[in-house]
Every structure is written in structure tokens, then in C-alpha cells.
């Protein structure tokens, strides 16, 4: 059992002094490790699977350790970690939460079936739940035992399309930028044919506009280039589409911000994620980076690398 009795609890807490609480989980093969190291490199004290019942202690000698130049503690859960449970981790990410002295973010990352199978067939490594059993097994099992745990995510990372350095900006962006107190927001723009980026709270459908991609000398340019972004502010539609858009989004965010939600995902897609969406996107970063807020923008096709 957890000694909640040794969770730290300082009367006179505030914003400055919470301790930084980084956790990391989610699914087997979607990038823990590398998370944490991540974490690490960014000032982070990084500690994978540690049980449960130690985590009260650990935080608490952490907490009073005044000399230690660490920003914060980055710890690593999984369905391997001795003494686990959905319940019972959910039960303590609870009193993290509600705590004066700590400041929490649970990181859930996720990942596609077949993504994570192929990981594992290529790494030749067998799933911790299913040792003697087809990989698919495990995965099956294991989401079954994880989704209610994505709900509780302050951030959830798919990383079937990102990048090992994609994650670490991420993580470096939204995680670790703790001196930055507004919303952090993060604009993705993809593929239809390549389906829904999975962590997106809000998502835009820009095919209406006029395609570049039937345009020969536009076709293998992108969203970037100026040729394209010419063709693309030329459509009378998307003139109207993004003053709309703008005037919606002017009205959300202060309410997001409101409500207390520290990360939004807006994603914007096309057919090819190469032309309309990136397009759209960046203009978008251009309008919405302003005051506290931190602003990131990321084209999954474009900045896409395999594995």
C-alpha cells in the first residue's frame, strides 16, 4: 500500500516552489524510454518503473532535497511496474493532482496497433503481457487495460507518425517550458488519407479549398513555398473560411483557458497534408502566437520519418 502520509504538504506552497512532476505512460512501444531520456536531457531526474509503494518517499525526499539542481522529477509507469493497477494509479494521480505543494503532468502515450507490432517483430522483443503469445496478444490486452488511464492525460502523444526528434521537441515545447504560464497550443496539419492525428481536441477539414496539387509547377512544392500560398489566398473561400475561423477560435480559447486546460491540439487536414492544410496552419501559428501563450506547429506528412 501507498504511506499517503508522506505525501508533502507545505501550508505556505506556491506557484513558484511546486515541484515539477513529470509522468510517463501509455502503451508499450510508444516511446517511454525515450521520453524519459528526453525528460532527462532537459534537466529532468528520470526514474522508470519504480513501484508504487515507493513512489510516496521518493517524492518527499525529492521535495526536501533544497540542494538539488534538478527542475523537476520525471517517472515512468507502465504495466510492468511492481504493484500497478489502473485503480490504484488512478486513486494517486488523484492526490498528485489536488496537491498544493506538486505540479503534475501525466503524459499518456499512444500508438497505433499495427505500428506497435511492427516495433516489436523489428526489435524482436516479446510483449510484457504476452510472453508466449503473438505480440497482437499483448497489444489487445493492453489497451483494454490502459484506456480509461487516457482520460486522466494532461498531454497524449501519438507517436505513430512522429519522429524520435518530433517527440523530444514536443515534449521539450509542452513539458518542459515550465516557466511558461498560458495555454500552449499545438497546430498540426495532416492527411485525410492517412486518417486523424489522435491527440487533436479540435479538427479543421480545409479540402473545400482549390487543390495546388492539379496545378503542374505547384504539385511537388508545399504549403510553405510562396507559390502555393499565393494560389491558396486567392480562393475567395478561404478568405471567408479563416475569418471565421479566427472569430471561433477567439471566442474558445479564453474559455479553454478558463476551464484550466493547459494544452490544446488543433489539427487541420487536406487530402495529401502538403498543400491546404500546411498552408493554413502556418497562418494559423502566425495569428494565434501572442501574450502567454507558447505556439507550436507541426506537418505530420512533411516532418514525418518512419519508426
Not at 500497478?84 to 494517486?92: A, C, G, K, L, R
Not at 480562393?235 to 474559455?255: K, S, V
Not at 498543400?275 to 496552419?281: K, L
Amino acid at each position: 500500500m501507498i504511506n499517503w502520509s508522506l505525501i508533502i504538504n507545505n501550508k505556505n506552497s506556491d506557484q513558484k516552489n511546486k515541484l515539477p512532476i513529470v509522468i510517463v505512460s501509455g502503451m508499450s512501444g510508444a516511446g517511454r524510454s525515450s521520453s524519459l531520456r528526453a525528460l532527462e536531457d532537459s534537466g529532468y531526474e528520470a526514474i522508470d518503473n519504480l513501484p508504487l509503494q515507493f513512489w510516496s518517499q521518493t517524492i518527499a525526499d525529492f521535495y526536501e532535497a533544497k540542494s538539488h539542481n534538478r527542475r523537476g522529477l520525471a517517472i515512468g509507469v507502465d504495466v510492468r511496474t511492481r504493484g500497478f493497477t489502473v485503480e490504484i494509479f488512478s486513486e494517486y494521480l488523484k492526490a498528485l493532482k489536488t496537491n498544493p505543494d506538486i505540479k503534475i503532468v501525466f503524459v499518456f502515450l499512444d500508438c497505433e496497433d499495427d505500428v506497435l507490432r511492427r516495433r516489436f517483430n523489428e526489435t524482436r522483443r516479446r510483449h510484457p503481457l504476452a510472453p508466449d503469445r503473438a505480440v497482437m496478444d499483448g497489444i489487445r490486452v493492453e489497451r483494454s487495460r490502459l484506456t480509461p488511464l487516457r482520460a486522466h492525460a494532461d498531454l497524449l502523444i501519438d507517436t505513430s507518425r512522429t519522429s524520435l526528434p518530433g517527440l523530444r521537441g514536443i515534449l521539450q515545447e509542452r513539458v518542459a517550458a515550465d516557466d511558461r504560464i498560458g495555454l500552449t497550443i499545438s497546430i498540426v496539419s495532416f492527411s485525410y488519407k492517412k486518417g486523424l492525428p489522435r491527440s487533436a481536441d479540435l479538427v479543421f477539414d480545409v479540402r473545400f479549398l482549390a487543390n495546388p496539387h492539379y496545378v503542374p509547377e505547384l504539385k511537388e512544392c508545399t504549403g510553405r513555398d510562396q507559390g502555393v500560398a499565393e494560389f491558396i489566398e486567392n480562393d475567395p473561400a478561404f478568405t471567408i473560411f479563416f475569418a471565421n475561423l479566427r472569430q471561433m477560435l477567439n471566442q474558445l480559447i479564453p474559455a479553454f483557458e478558463e476551464e484550466g486546460k493547459s494544452y490544446l491540439t488543433i489539427a487541420i487536414g487536406c487530402t495529401g497534408g502538403q498543400h491546404r492544410s500546411v498552408f493554413t496552419a502556418e497562418r494559423l501559428a502566425e495569428q494565434l502566437n501572442y501574450g502567454t501563450r507558447v505556439v507550436s506547429l507541426v506537418h505530420r506528412e512533411l516532418d514525418h520519418v518512419s519508426g
